[in-house]
């Protein structure tokens, strides 16, 4: 049992040492996470090939991981201790505060925390009382009262009660602390063997809850911003010492890795931590349901029809599973392309499973590109489906950087909204894009914000399909649309009739539409364009007059309306192209390079 000598003589400041350790080894191992995967994976992919190679960087590849998890791990440690120190400073300070109080009035307390004091002098004594002094020990009933009875009406026996109730709970609330700490601290460590396994990242996420169950008010969740801006969400970063943005990004990886703002080196970080324990979750989820059942069976007749096992073993989320699996294994795939043919490290700008799921990722660091570029996919966009878009950017940072000799870029998948999932009737709702174009716009600003001002990166918004809708609806909300060029393919209108209605100026306007793309037609049926008073042309030739709806394509809209050499709705970004290098010569400024047509 602890006694209030040994919380005197206890030596918090020890913990924080031993929390300043730990808090190296997690950042060292953060550090060499980084370092084994751009410095020594990278350039493996880049010059070497063959089975010597492949085995070189699956190793690399779990080495990374495994500096993922000791980053985590060993954050979870130093959060722990760091509050325990904190905790156990302020029982102590309220223990030495009692015993100053005591010895200034030259009370003794004893080795049991009761406290002898002298019998005040110019009292009435009662018959058979004691004359020269008293013991007062904690949880006493009723505190000194000035000018109560004889019993209670010595000022010294009150003043002794007090100390020794606050000795009292000084000792119990050390003792409390040093229980619920012991437990934590306890659990926190790893089994032996060189691999990262899935119970490894599901024991971590229950670590994590119960350290943050554990500091209690040391790392306040509630003072994490939420639904401010970026500059607010900087401010609270920039405000924190050292200690606590370590802290909070160790026990809320996901409130931080979500924070428009924040430096994206840290949102990085936190999303990869959520991004290694939420697949581990997904795949004990997953295989708890048994082998996937077929999904039609025959009946005794002979004929197909639908297997009753199967709608159980999808009712319980096995086809959900089984597309989160896929969209977060597009991201890890990405992560493992670094260093081939060039390509720059990714950054993980946001990650969660909520609605269908979402999945921010970028190709190079946005806060110190020359260019950026931010693309918004369409209709049924999701995390299930985020490959295809991944690589739509991938191959837009290659065009984009060849054209841009002695500068930066990062081009970015932005599936950061609700998207509509079906043609019709999702897609022909205009909600999801004023719903969408808050969060685009925050995340435009957050760049904008880490950036260091409006000119720090030249800015280009990409929106295919509905995504062009979101992109209108961000365009032309009130406020600064953070981006200097707009780029659309496939759009089906951006719910305004001009493009000069549009935050970028009409000059910045650029718009694609192959001849057997029907979407833009589909747009106008559905009113997602917007209604000018003018002429409506093709090709020069008038064949509509007066309240025109248009859409981007339209000559009528005013936008650049760049050449296009491939087919149907999704050919925008094919390789080689000059759908694709147009959309580059935008988003690196190289406006003279852009194919129009007439």
Not at 158 to 185: C, F, H, M, N
């Amino acid at each position: 049992m602890l006694t209030w000598q040994q919380l005197r003589d206890a030596k918090p400041a020890e913990y924080e040492d031993a929390a300043e350790g730990w808090s190296a080894v997690s950042n060292r191992a953060d550090a060499a996470r980084i370092r084994t995967e751009q410095e020594m994976a990278g350039p493996l992919r880049a010059t070497q090939k063959g089975e010597a190679q492949t085995s070189a960087e699956r190793d690399l590849t779990r080495l990374g991981r495994n500096y993922q998890y000791i980053h985590s791990e060993c954050g979870l440690v130093r959060t722990t201790l760091s509050a325990l120190a904190s905790e156990l400073s302020a029982a102590q300070k309220k223990l030495k505060q009692a015993l100053d109080d005591a010895a200034g009035l030259k009370f003794t307390v004893n080795e049991d925390g009761s406290v002898d004091y002298p019998r005040s002098t110019g009292l009435p004594v009662a018959s058979g009382a004691s004359t020269g002094s008293g013991v007062a020990e904690p949880g006493a009933p009723v505190p000194y009262l000035p000018g109560a009875g004889e019993a209670n009406g010595d000022p010294n026996r009150g003043k002794a009660e007090d100390i020794a109730e606050r000795i009292s709970q000084a000792v119990t609330s050390a003792v409390e602390i040093d229980s619920r700490y012991a437990k934590i601290l306890r659990r926190l460590k790893a089994p032996d063997g060189l691999a990262v396994t899935d119970d490894m990242l599901l024991d971590e996420a229950r670590d994590m809850g119960d350290v943050q169950k554990a500091v209690g008010a040391y790392l306040d969740k509630g003072s994490i911003p939420h639904g401010k801006s970026p500059a607010d969400n900087k401010e609270w970063w920039d405000g924190l010492t050292q200690e606590q943005r370590e802290g909070y990004a160790t026990l809320y990886p996901a409130e931080i890795g979500a924070l428009d703002g924040l430096p994206s080196v840290i949102r990085d970080s936190a999303n990869r931590t959520v991004l290694d324990e939420t697949r581990a979750q997904v795949e004990h989820d997953l295989a708890a349901l048994g082998p996937e059942p077929p999904k039609t069976i025959l009946d005794a007749g002979g004929r197909t029809c639908s297997n009753p096992e199967w709608n159980v073993w999808n009712a319980k989320g096995g086809t959900r599973f089984r597309d989160q699996l896929k969209g977060m294994a597009a991201i890890e795939s990405r992560f493992d392309q670094t260093g081939v043919n060039g390509l720059p490290p990714a950054y993980l700008l946001g990650f969660d499973l909520k609605g269908n799921g979402h999945v921010i990722l970028a190709n190079g660091n946005p806060d110190t590109a020359d260019n950026t570029a931010v693309y918004v996919p369409g209709t049924k966009s999701k995390l299930a489906g985020a490959g295809g878009d991944i690589a739509r950017m991938t191959r837009m940072w290659k065009e984009a950087h060849s054209m841009s000799v002695g500068q930066t870029t990062s081009t970015i998948t932005w599936i950061g909204y609700d998207a509509p999932q079906s043609i019709a009737p999702e897609a022909m709702e205009k909600h999801w894009a004023y719903e969408g174009a808050p969060r685009l716009n925050r995340f435009l600003d957050g760049l904008q914000t880490v950036q260091g001002g409006a000119g720090a990166s030249h800015t280009t918004v990409v929106g295919h399909s509905y995504g062009s809708t979101t992109v209108g609806a961000a365009s032309k909300a009130p406020g600064h649309f953070a981006a200097d060029d707009i780029v659309v393919a496939g759009s089906p209108g951006m719910l305004v009739g001009d493009a000069s209605d549009l935050d970028v100026g009409k000059s910045h306007v650029w718009s694609e539409a192959a001849g057997n793309d029907a979407v833009p037609l589909g747009g106008k049926i559905a009113h997602l364009g917007g209604y000018k008073w003018g002429v409506q042309t093709w090709n020069g030739v008038p064949y509509d007059a007066g309240p025109i709806q248009t859409v981007p394509s339209d000559e009528a809209f005013g936008a650049h309306r760049m050449h296009v050499d491939t087919g149907g709705h999704s050919g925008y970004w094919n390789e080689g192209s000059e759908s694709l290098k147009n959309q580059a010569a935008v988003v690196v400024g190289r406006y003279d390079y852009v194919q129009e047509d007439n």
